[in-house]
């Protein structure tokens, strides 16, 4: 319901977003004269969690090079502000980009706008960036929810060591905990080691 800053790609005409998968949202729109809100079209997102998003363009006489963006306006002040609330960057592209988007810790709760920008040849400054040159631009609806990692469940139960630590790092739990999943992390978000824990000590 807030007001949110402008923003429209000036010709849609020969490339558009034609459609957004993540979570819940499934949303196949066509050409939508450069801007779109789908208020409707929402889902959920955990903090610190990876998500599959797929962004799928379309063409009226391309393929061209397009690069996509996405953001969320965590501190609800009507602003998509570079680097806070950009949340995935897809590399230049001329077919569907796929990728991980994720909520970083620290993230305010609640609901909150999400916007998808595509933009020919080069990327969007910011989630504000208005009529630029060929593209569009999508808005939707997400909730970002708390982190429900093994450390909320068992709290000061689980134990890193050594810390700090420089090549090996051991994980001990509850033994109730055996058969819990764990994912590694690298700085960038992605996903380095996912492991199945089937002793109390890993």
Known sequence: DLAFCPSIGANATEEWIDRVRIGSIDNQSGNNEGYAAFPEQATS??????????????????????????????????????????????????????????????????????????????????????????????????????????????????????NPSDESLFLELPAASRGTTIDVLDNTGRTVLRQTLNQQRT
């Open 45 to 162: 997102l955990e903090v610190g969690v990876p998500y599959t998003i797929f962004l799928t363009p379309a063409f009226d006489g391309g393929p061209f090079n397009e690069n996509w963006s996405v953001w969320v306006d965590f501190d609800l002040d009507g602003q998509f502000e570079a680097p806070e609330e950009l949340v995935f960057l897809g590399e230049e592209s001329q077919t569907e980009v796929t990728g991980e988007l994720i909520v970083p810790p620290g993230s305010p709760l609640g609901s909150a706008r999400m916007r998808v920008i595509m933009k020919f040849n080069n990327p969007v400054a910011d989630g504000c960036e208005d009529d630029y040159d060929y593209g569009e631009t999508e808005d939707y609806c997400v909730t970002i929810t708390a982190a429900s990692g093994i450390a909320d469940m068992v709290g000061d139960a689980v134990r890193f060591f050594p």
